[in-house]
């Protein structure tokens, strides 16, 4: 509810309806799938605890991530208005998530309308992310292009109350890194200390550490505006 009120204004009772949702915890391993490419899921999820992204699985058996994920979003929101899934959701880290029924949710947008939209927002907002994420990989340098995606994950950590002013617990592995970004590990590694050295971040042992962050915000050339979140972050 937390998540949705990011960037919708939505009441006490609409509040009371998402704690009434009758729902199912799940454990997740790292690495491990909650959703895969092609299933036709009849749930959505919330995160409770941890990270989780999606990706897209190629012939090859590589992947793409797409975007990520933290606790309070909606990670698989797209699965009640589409029937069979384009991409796949996995665990970045250990993870818990409430899957809760379609059908229970569209009984309550029957209901209340706010918290469909709000939802369906949800989605929206996905969307932009996505889109920023084609821009970031295609238009930016790889400095840039690596700077832009901690940025936005930090900010939108913080806006959800994750982490502290200056780091975050974020558990993705370098090979993960170069597949969100289209880099090579070398080209990951040489990257991470281009960024090391501006003194506007630190990334070690799953861990983001924010030096300057106006400097980090310039190297990424991050504008947060595509979140539509509120009120800022930072």
């Not at 698989?76 to 409430?98: E, K, N, S, Y």
């Not at 990257?191 to 501006?198: D, F, W």
Request: with cysteine; aromatic share 8%.
């Amino acid at each position: 509810m937390a998540k949705l009120n990011e960037h919708s204004r939505l009441t006490s009772e609409d509040a009371a309806i998402v704690g009434s949702f009758s729902h199912t915890l799940r454990e997740l391993a790292p690495s491990e799938d909650f959703i895969r490419q092609g299933d036709n899921p009849s749930v959505s999820a919330v995160i409770m605890y941890g990270w989780v992204a999606r990706y897209h699985l190629l012939p090859n058996g590589s992947r793409q991530y797409l975007s990520f994920h933290t606790a309070g979003d909606w990670p698989d929101a797209q699965t009640l208005f589409i029937h069979r899934m384009d991409h796949a959701v996995c665990a970045i880290g250990p993870a818990v998530l409430a899957s809760v029924p379609h059908k229970e949710l569209i009984r309550a947008f029957d209901r209340r309308p706010p918290l469909a939209f709000a939802i369906w927002r949800e989605t929206l907002i996905d969307a932009a992310i996505f889109r920023e994420a084609i821009t970031n990989n295609s238009a930016r340098s790889k400095p840039a292009r690596m700077a832009h995606l901690f940025c936005e994950l930090f900010y939108r950590a913080r806006a959800s109350g994750l982490g502290s002013d200056d780091a975050l617990e974020l558990p993705i592995s370098l090979p993960q890194l170069g597949e969100a970004l289209g880099m090579a590990i070398a080209t990951v590694n040489r990257t991470l200390s281009e960024l090391r050295a501006s003194h506007a971040m630190g990334f070690r042992g799953g861990k983001l550490s924010i030096h300057d962050w106006p400097k980090l915000c310039a190297i990424g050339q991050f504008d947060s505006s595509y979140l539509h979140l509120k009120k800022p972050a930072r």
